[in-house]
DNA sequence: GTCTATAAGACGATAGAC
DNA sequence: GTCTATCGTCTTATAGAC
């Protein structure tokens, strides 16, 4: 039961385990992405982590729980850095539709995993009711930030009134993520600044229906 | 090798076989969109139509090939609904928002394999290069199909102009997708309309974009 | 806490009877 | 043209060495 190093260990061994887990997490994000949660083998993860099936389940009790835990962690990285474009007032229109359409390029392009975990995460939620309440949670949770951010920002500007926020910023995730999966299927389909473009027609839409009412 | 049945077949040998494709097919997609492609196995599907996996594989080469099949037939079908619906001018704009939600609320709801079998479609189609070009030419297709219509349309309102009619199909229908997606995890984030307002508020804010430029 | 080895079963696909 | 039976492989999860 004793350590054979007698100097302060640098890891201790919660630490240790910590790590193995934050590696496998890793591991099986990539894995999942490239094939799928059904046809990604633990195998395949605990290899790819550098470790064995052993090591797996002594840190997961099973292939769900592993995605399940992703899913809670891997929720809204994305979303937090869209909120604080919009919610950024000091650059001009010009640069938000730039900085959204930026975001959409880089989720498409660069971090090629993210968008097929996000589908393989919806496929598994809708296919078991139990999980389809948590994703959902989720998205509201999201939303709602969004639609602050929204509501603030048209106080600000002194648009009163009776906007539907939840449905807009509803409208703008969910352009988003259909925009991102069509880009990754063949990225001329969706052009550099499509989605600043169109999200700037749905505001101005959006403000012209409001005054129309007024 | 004799018929027992001396009167006329009703259906000749061929007839039989393509019948058995087509409930292949149908059982398939079911499956497919329940359990994913490397979810399903063939037992099931064979099992689901009524047949013997040895009759699955006399009509189709393998699973992939059963699966890309489903994929080349159930492309547009929903699709040409919304062009339709989009083309005609006879209704009111208020017409043409119901109709367009409407279609939403029924492939989010009642068409219920759909929106799953097509997120295994993409996640199919992006981890094989092979097939990712087919289905954005897939895409390309009914997104033309719009994009004319909507130039149609726009001709006819006198709307001339430098109107990027491929971008707003691509978004029309990107928005669709993600609408759909996320009425299935929860129809309470996707109201009845939201989909028939989300696209006025973005033809009314493109055309004041548009009037601008003139 | 992580490893090797293995249990128990499901999988895709094939061969041969009918 | 479809069925039954089976091959070889890969799967998730566990047990015991270290």
Redesign the pocket.
């Known amino acids: 039961m004793r350590d054979e190093d007698e100097r302060p260990r640098r890891l201790t ?2 630490e ?2 910590a ?3 934050a590696l496998l997490l890793e591991a099986a994000a990539q894995v999942f992405a490239r094939k799928g949660f ?7 993860i ?1 290899e790819s982590a ?10 997961f ?4 729980e592993l995605f399940v835990e992703l899913l809670s962690k891997r929720s809204g990285s994305r979303l937090a850095e869209a909120a604080e474009i919009v919610s950024d007032r000091s650059g001009s229109v010009e640069d938000e539709q730039a900085l959204l359409s930026r975001l959409l390029v880089d989720v498409a392009g660069e971090d090629m995993d993210l968008a097929p975990l996000q589908a393989e995460f919806w496929l598994y939620a809708i296919r078991r009711p139990e999980f389809q309440e948590r994703m959902a949670a989720q998205f509201r949770a999201n939303r709602d930030a969004l639609s602050t951010v929204l509501a603030d920002r048209a106080k600000e500007r002194g648009q009163s009134g009776d906007v539907p926020f939840d449905g807009v910023a509803t409208v703008v995730m969910a352009l988003f993520q259909g925009l991102v999966q069509l880009r990754r299927m063949d990225p001329e389909l969706v052009p550099e600044n499509l989605y600043g473009d169109a999200v700037h027609w749905l505001f101005s839409g959006l403000s012209a229906a409001h005054r129309a009412k007024d």
Chains 1, 2 share one sequence.
């Open positions: 061994r919660a240790t385990k790590r193995t887990r059904a046809g990604a083998s633990v195998d395949d605990a550098g470790f064995s099936t052993g090591a797996l389940y002594s840190n009790a099973s292939k769900d």
